[in-house]
């Protein structure tokens, strides 16, 4: 017979990481010589600006949903709002460059001018899925 002493198992629960949601980086290609990539680049930017509108949380604002570049080229409502290689004729680019009718509306976080220019390269280049 024997006697098991002093024999304790210490058990540790980690919550630390259900409540994580971190941003992915969005990755600079506003350089001439540079390629955006839309899951390095244009994706991240939609997460930060326009994701809590569109496809997030249960909310679909316009019918857009901008969680992936597959239901971006979708289209809203009303339609398709990427025009491949035409940034101009691209509702998303006019809303997002437009002062008196922006998109994100007035009152949230503004995109910065340079992401703008990065969807405008990514547009230009065909709309890719890089
Ligand atoms: C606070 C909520 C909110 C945020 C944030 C937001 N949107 Fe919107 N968006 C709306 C609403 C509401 C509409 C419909 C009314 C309108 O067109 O102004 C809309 C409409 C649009 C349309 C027009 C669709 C069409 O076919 O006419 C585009 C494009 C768009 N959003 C893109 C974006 C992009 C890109 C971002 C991020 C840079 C963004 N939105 C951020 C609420 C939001």
């Not at 002493?5 to 990755?27: A, H, R, W």
């Not at 496809?55 to 409502?77: H, I, K, P, W, Y």
Request: with cysteine.
């Amino acid at each position: 017979m024997r006697l098991l002493l002093g024999m304790m198992i210490v058990i540790t629960t980690s919550c630390t990481e259900i409540f994580k949601t971190e941003l992915l980086p969005i990755k600079d290609c506003a350089g001439d010589s540079d390629i955006c990539s839309y899951t390095d680049s244009i994706q991240p930017i939609f997460d930060m600006y326009c994701t809590r509108c569109h496809g997030n949380q249960g909310r679909l604002d316009a019918g857009l949903d901008l969680t992936s570049r597959f239901a971006l080229m979708s289209g809203s409502v009303k339609g398709q709002v990427i025009v491949e290689s035409d940034s101009e004729n691209s509702i998303l680019w006019q809303r997002i460059s437009n002062e008196s009718n922006p998109m994100p509306p007035v009152d949230n976080p503004m995109i910065h001018e340079n992401y703008i220019n990065m969807i405008a390269k990514w547009i230009h280049a065909g709309a890719i899925d890089n």
